[in-house]
């Protein structure tokens, strides 16, 4: 099939200074958008997207224009271009690309998910979330929504590896007086076999460079593939093993501070005041900085900061939210739903004639907690304010959008501020700060302010408790469902009413047979500040649905599986990865004193189904011993690396169903540490299998699917084991032995 | 003054007493491989040697560790050769963010001290620091080829 670029979207290519190729795709800015043109170039300006760059020496860099936090996405993309490329992959590496407009993703989302580029037809699809996001703020890198593999690589990437093989294969054409369709690239050589002739693309390159970009470079067609849907080793691992690579805390530049940093322990709060006095008193303690809402410490070392950040008692302004408390928000949550005002993500046919006129009516209600992130890495940033300019080191899923809202923040241009994105320790949404998203990163602020007020570079470090209490939570929801059974064991209408609704839309969709359905919510119950958490909404309404279908299942007598199956009619996708999962957990065999539950999501475009095997402790506490996953991503590209995110996906699914619990009392997040917020380690964490069926859909995501079903199947699990339903997380608290409450610790 | 034999090396350090080994590693020794967690001993993010025993650094004051060998992440491989458990990390694509995993390398290394061929339940037992990424699996696997490869 040929990738034909439209009037809109422009490959670019050029003779770097050294000799090298370069070859990108780039998109004209959309006129129709004013605030994307407000953050980006001038109208008509070109915004190239994705980049590689084939070097006299044969080897090739791709520029990757995301952070890496850990999913191989730096590895993926380069082996898209170089599958297109036929180079060779020992000669393939992949850089971080500058957080400059030069290097925005957002476009290549945009214009996926449009439809006005002359896309292949099997990209085609329904937009989802991320995109529609994207759309809005094309001046974007963002790292998260699963879009790296799914939009840079399969417009940029490939696209750019096609075009550069068919200008080598030109330039070597031309050279050689010989006919194009005769010349054979592979493995990084140009070779003509009636004559002999052979060229590494190297030494092609520059030649190459003074061609027209073609606009109808054939992609491959996937049985030809070497590279994509291979292992790959990643690029980044050799440095994470030996203590080499730089986070964002290990950020050094000479003469540079170290900062701890206090926030107003109550969101929306502002200080009032703070006696400097007791902190300026201790060893190495260089400043004190405010900003509205924090007191940051400036000294020669981290402890140093931290302790004499203690010595200090802020006076606090805690504004309205002062008296909020968990158990205020849930009335808050529960008092909307009753009133009912609700808006619908999808209203179909006539829910409530359906279940009225169904022989059963089966109704529960759900609910979740907040939830942090708990990045390992906390937050910190790096911050040197000279001659003008603002430079930032910093872990951020988003380099270029953070580079706006930092501008923002420092009251400078765009122009004025450089953003070096470092690897992050963890992201999970957490560090994906752009203009889109309600995130301050106020690590950032502070260091900016620390190094103004300093004259040296400051690296500002948050505590644990800090990273804790100040995050941007997965929302507490509360959710009300209500269906119909037929005599038969239909499902007859549907109607699922909820609590708080963030992002994506689509995360309420159900792929089961029922004609009469909708999903309806109330917004603005819930003042805790708000933060995309991996799978983001999926990880509620996954619960939510998942359970629910399982006491549909129950009520009508029916074997879990077997209902869902029987619902399955118009998704055949949905089915083949349920019977999938099915197979290899063993279901309908059970271990003495364990059982298995089974649910199954569609999120960022890959179906995943999971199996979880539970038994109960003498301690009353769920033990989740086995999971299985199907996965249907639509193809895979690196397979190892994908198998490794479905399953990361599901462990931090599964703390997050045993353990995870954000708690708020008097305006305060209680939580503060692993000890209140624990984590699954090795010894307990579930073994897991994952297998990949590859449907050939439209590519879907690898790092968020995984979350979103695993509450629901080890939820499912409890249920068959104990006959308990659990409709409220986490589970630790729960005695499943005597089916009593745990007080909360 | 504190003195610190840190990968074999030996450092004078004008710290206060009560000064975490984690914090005079990384800030005053730059050695910045050993990773900040939690600072209550909870993730083992921040996990050193500490003659042969594996210690949260971030709960322990570097003033007491005059007279002790204390072995960081920076001091396993010898040369430029690669440590076996650092191979094996490698060979079983182990990392995801890779935040804690200088704390599971060095966890790993007291474990295959003390017991050269562990088992699986050796493993769970011994390797407590958090991987919030979920590599717990590659992780075993690894200390298994680690173990084999003698």
């Known amino acids: ?745 | 003054m504190v003195t610190l034999t840190v990968n074999g090396a030996q450092h004078e350090l004008d710290v206060e007493p009560d000064m975490p080994l984690l914090w005079a590693l990384r800030d005053v020794l730059n050695l910045t491989g050993t990773k900040y967690g939690c600072g209550i001993a909870a993730c083992g993010a921040c996990t050193v040697l500490v003659d042969g025993q594996a210690v949260r650094s971030c709960s322990i004051a570097a003033a007491d560790l005059a007279g002790s060998s204390i072995v960081t992440i920076e001091g396993l491989k010898t040369g430029e050769a690669l440590h076996k458990l650092q191979a094996a990390w490698i060979e079983a694509q182990a990392p995801q963010c890779g935040y804690c995993q200088s704390g599971q390398i060095m966890a790993a290394a007291a474990l295959l001290a003390e017991i050269p061929r562990p088992s699986d339940a050796d493993i769970d037992a011994a390797m407590t620091n958090i991987c919030r990424c979920g590599s717990y699996e590659e992780i075993r696997a690894a200390i298994h080829i680690a173990a084999a490869s003698a």
């Open chain 1, 1 to 745: 099939m040929a990738f034909k670029p439209s009037r809109r979207f422009v490959i670019l290519s050029g003779l770097a200074a050294t000799g090298a190729l370069v070859v990108g795709y780039a998109l004209s800015p959309f006129s129709t958008l004013d605030r994307a043109r407000r953050l980006t170039a001038r109208e008509g300006d070109l915004m190239p997207a994705a980049w590689l760059k084939i070097a006299a020496d044969n080897r090739v860099t791709v520029y990757v224009p995301h952070g890496d936090m850990g999913q191989g996405t730096p590895t993926a993309l380069a082996m898209m271009a170089a599958e297109e490329l036929d180079a060779d992959w020992a000669l393939v590496s992949a850089e971080t690309a500058p957080a400059d407009l030069a290097f925005a993703n957002g476009a290549l989302a945009k214009g996926f998910l449009a439809g006005d580029m002359s896309i292949p037809r099997w990209l085609d699809g329904s937009a989802d979330f991320v995109g529609r996001k994207a759309a809005e703020f094309m001046s974007l890198q963002v790292t998260g929504g699963s879009t790296a593999v799914r939009f840079t690589g399969v417009i940029g990437m490939r696209g750019a590896g096609a075009a550069a093989k068919a200008m080598l294969i030109r330039a070597a054409a031309e050279s050689w007086g010989v006919a194009e369709a005769d010349i054979v690239a592979r493995e990084s050589r140009l070779s003509h076999a009636a004559s002999g002739r052979s060229a590494s693309y190297g030494e092609m390159a520059a030649r190459a460079a003074s061609l027209a970009v073609p606009d109808d470079a054939p992609l491959k067609a996937k049985a030809a593939y070497t590279i994509s849907g291979t292992s790959r080793q990643r690029f980044d691992i050799p440095g994470k093993v030996d203590g080499s690579t730089r986070y964002g805390i290990d950020m050094r530049l000479p003469g540079m501070l170290f900062a701890a940093a206090l926030n107003c322990p109550v969101a929306g709060g502002t200080l009032k005041s703070v006696d400097e006095a007791p902190a300026l008193a201790l060893r190495g303690v260089k400043k004190v900085v405010t900003t509205a809402d924090a007191v940051v410490v400036v000294a020669d070392n981290t402890w140093r900061a931290q302790r004499a950040l203690e010595a200090l008692a802020p006076v606090w302004d805690e504004g309205a939210n002062a008296a909020l408390s968990s158990a205020s928000i849930e009335a808050g949550m529960n008092a909307a739903l009753d009133k009912g005002e609700f808006d619908a993500d999808f209203a179909e046919g006539d829910p409530e004639k359906a279940i009225a006129g169904a022989a059963r009516t089966v109704a529960a209600s759900y609910s979740v907690p907040f939830l942090a992130h708990a990045a390992m890495e906390p937050m910190n940033a790096a911050v040197s304010v000279h001659d003008g300019m603002v430079e930032i080191w910093s872990g951020v899923q988003d380099g270029l959008g953070c580079r706006a809202v930092a501008a923002k923040l420092a009251g400078v241009s765009m122009d004025e501020v450089t953003v070096h994105q470092l690897p992050m320790g963890g992201g999970f949404g957490r560090r994906a700060f752009n203009p889109m998203m309600a995130m301050t990163p106020r690590h950032i602020e502070q260091a900016i302010a620390a190094s103004r007020a300093t004259g040296a570079p400051v690296l500002v470090t948050w505590s644990r408790e800090e990273d804790m209490r100040q995050d941007y939570y997965r929302e507490a929801s509360i959710a009300r469902l209500k269906a119909g059974l037929t005599a038969e064991g239909r499902i007859a209408g549907w109607v699922h009413d909820f609590a708080e609704r963030h992002d994506p839309p689509e995360a309420t969709a159900i792929h089961y047979d029922v004609a009469d359905r909708t999903a309806r919510y109330v917004s603005g119950t819930n003042p805790m500040p708000w933060g995309p958490w991996r799978s983001v909404d999926h990880t509620v309404h996954g619960f939510t649905i998942e359970s629910f279908i399982d006491e549909l299942a129950a009520a009508a007598g029916a074997d879990p599986l077997a209902f869902r199956l029987a619902h399955l009619g118009n998704a055949p996708r949905h089915k083949a990865v349920l019977e999938r999962v099915a197979g290899m957990a063993g279901w309908g065999t059970n271990e003495p004193g364990r059982a298995k539950g089974i649910a199954m999501r569609e999120a960022f475009g890959t179906i995943v189904a999971q199996v979880a095997e539970v038994s109960v402790g003498d301690d009353g506490r769920a033990r989740v011993h086995r999971m299985w996953s199907a996965a249907d991503p639509g193809e895979v590209v690196n397979p190892a690396t994908f198998k490794a995110q479905i399953t990361g996906g599901a462990i931090y699914g599964v703390t997050a169903a045993l353990h995870g619990g954000i708690t708020v009392e008097k305006g305060r997040v209680v939580e503060g540490n692993f000890d209140a917020y624990d984590m699954v380690r090795l010894g307990d964490a579930p073994r897991h299998e994952v297998e990949i069926v590859e449907s050939g859909a439209r590519l879907g995501g690898a790092g968020e699917p995984g979350t979103a079903p695993v509450a629901a199947a080890v939820a499912n699990a409890i249920f068959a084991l104990t006959g308990q339903r659990i409709r409220s997380l986490p589970l630790r608290q729960f005695d499943l032995k005597t089916g009593a409450q745990i007080a909360r610790a």
